[in-house]
């Protein structure tokens, strides 16, 4: 299906691996031109340039922290109007109990899991608005709706994007400008690889063996971990012309592990 969307720009914050990767793909077999951050610089420049060999779309690597004043400035030099903003991170570490969680872990994790989101959204937004279109989609966690001490640290931050996100969709709805969320559960990224891969070094088992254990304690229907690759399709079919009537909504991509009727 055509998603209508060849030629428009884009910005993807936290594209050089996982689900930002995913997304970067996905966007530049629709056509999409893309400017795509992350902070280390080898695999980002190693990611753009295969994607671009696969599907020849123009793709503008930005080495930068894209949390910071600095990094912000460096990505919206590159690409001052975007028609798409696509924005995710590398997730918080994994948390244990809730009390060893300090004010500095908080405040180091807000910069980029909700500030530079919401910084990004209001240097871009009101341009969008004023031509008369624009996509906004942030990948999340599905922690932001089903909170888990495990995911403490990038649960609550994420749910207060999605409510900010929400906010600023009612107001621009009116101009096509359609802004939303997708809430993942477990994938296959690279921080899970590196944090299971340890875990079954540590157990003398495989990373397939531990990826099981989760799927079973944690009881996911579909009986897998995710495809970073499908969560990217989707945050494209956000992007899409066809995504008009869509604004302020939060699609959790789970497998079935969550329980809600809606």
């Known amino acids: 299906m055509d998603l209508g969307i060849s030629g428009k720009k884009a910005i993807v914050n936290g594209g050089s691996a996982g689900m ?5 793909l996905s966007l530049a077999r629709e056509g999409v031109d893309l400017v795509v951050s992350a902070r280390g610089e080898e695999r980002l420049l190693r990611a753009c340039e295969e994607v671009a060999l696969e599907t020849g779309a123009s793709i503008t690597p930005i080495a930068c922290d894209h949390s910071t004043d600095e990094g912000r400035e460096k990505i919206l030099a590159a690409c001052p109007d975007p028609d798409i903003l696509v924005g995710t ?12 969680v300090d004010n500095s872990d908080w405040l180091d994790n807000l910069e980029v899991t909700l500030l530079s989101p ?21 990948i999340g ?5 089903y909170p888990a001490q495990v995911r403490i640290l990038s649960g609550p931050p994420r749910a207060a994007l999605v409510n900010y996100c929400v906010a600023v969709a009612k107001v621009v709805a009116k101009d096509n400008v359609m802004i939303n969320n997708v809430l993942p559960g ?17 157990n003398g088992t495989s990373y397939d063996e531990e990826i099981q254990k989760f799927v ?13 690759e499908h969560i990217g399709d989707f945050v494209a079919m956000f992007c899409s012309q066809q995504a ?7 699609l959790v991509i789970d497998g079935g592990q969550t329980n809600s009727t809606f």
């Not at 930002?20 to 970067?24: E, K, P």
């Not at 991170?89 to 060893?100: E, I, K, L």
């Not at 240097?123 to 608005?129: D, E, I, Y």
């Open 141 to 145: 966690t599905g922690a932001a709706k």
């Open 244 to 250: 008009a009537f869509i604004a302020g909504q939060s």
């Open 89 to 100: 991170c590398s997730p918080p570490p994994f948390t244990g109990d809730y009390q060893t």
């Open 186 to 202: 477990m994938h296959h990224t690279s921080s899970i690889a590196d944090r299971y891969n340890a875990m079954a070094e540590q």
């Open 216 to 228: 079973d304690e944690w009881r996911i229907p579909a009986g897998i971990f995710g495809d970073p």
């Open 20 to 24: 930002g990767l995913g997304a970067v």
């Open 118 to 138: 919401v910084q990004f959204m209001k240097a871009v937004v009101p341009g969008m608005a004023k031509r008369g279109w624009g996509r906004v989609v942030n």
